[in-house]
């Protein structure tokens, strides 16, 4: 079965210092991987995607992640955090042969900057 | 903005009522999906449809169905609904059926079932 796990319920940084937010994912086939950020009140808008080539995807506001395929991890970074980068953060997976096209979403993880 | 809009906002039923949610997906899309967000927990995927046939389902019974429109818009609707239908309902637009398209949400229905 496909899941996803973010193993942190909340991430706190200082301003300026780097954060990360962990995603491992499990699929069956081969993943097509999504980062998500919803902000309060507001719908979940698209950070970046894995799909193939390059292990170090660049997305919007900054951030990135890295696909590791032997520890089926996705994890998000950014090298400097901002006050305004607080929000909660979704990881998702789809497996490339799931002709359902069904999303697979994490629980989430709450990501605080402190100034 | 995204360009996906969902109505109503926010709605208060009662258990065994019928409900419909609408949503007007992104210019020049032909793909919505519904998804599901119980509190403190990540979306659920309910349907997909593309060109208004579904192609797409997850987990969910029956009850839970949903038309797509020749404008792309799209209803979701659910039938004799539960105490644990109160949720947090998010529509989606992509453009294609390409299954790694990134999706444009709007921001959600929040149901209430009393």
């Known amino acids: 079965a496909q899941s996803v796990a973010q193993p942190e319920d909340q991430v706190n940084v200082a301003e300026g210092n780097p954060l990360t937010v962990k995603c491992t994912y499990s699929?069956?086939?081969?993943?097509?991987l999504f980062w998500y950020v919803q902000y309060p009140n507001r719908g979940l808008q698209f950070l970046l995607k894995?799909?193939?080539?390059d292990n170090l995807v660049k997305g919007s506001y900054g951030f990135e992640a890295e696909f590791n395929k032997s520890q089926t991890s996705f994890h998000l970074k950014k090298p400097s955090a901002l006050v305004s980068d607080s929000a909660l953060y979704f990881c998702?997976?789809?497996?490339?042969?799931?002709?359902?096209?069904?999303?697979?979403w994490g629980a989430g993880t709450k990501l605080i900057i402190k100034p | 903005e995204t360009g996906v809009t969902q109505s109503p906002t926010h709605l208060i039923k009662t258990r065994g009522q019928q409900v419909t949610l609408r949503c007007s997906s992104q210019?020049?899309?032909?793909?919505v999906s519904w998804y599901q967000q119980a509190l403190g927990q990540g979306p659920q995927f309910i349907f997909q449809?593309?060109?208004?046939?579904?192609?797409g389902r997850g987990n969910f019974p029956p009850r839970f169905s949903g038309l797509q429109f020749p404008n792309y818009s799209s209803e979701l609707n659910v039938n004799a609904l539960e105490l644990d239908d109160s949720a947090l309902y998010l529509c989606a637009s992509s453009s294609g059926t390409g299954i790694n398209e990134k999706l444009f949400f709007g921001s959600g229905t929040q149901l209430s079932v009393l």
């Open positions: 449809y593309y060109r208004e046939e579904e192609n």
């Open positions: 894995y799909i193939t080539g």
């Open positions: 210019s020049g899309h032909n793909t």
């Open positions: 699929v069956s086939g081969n993943p097509y």
């Open positions: 998702a997976v789809r497996d490339k042969s799931d002709s359902n096209y069904q999303l697979i």
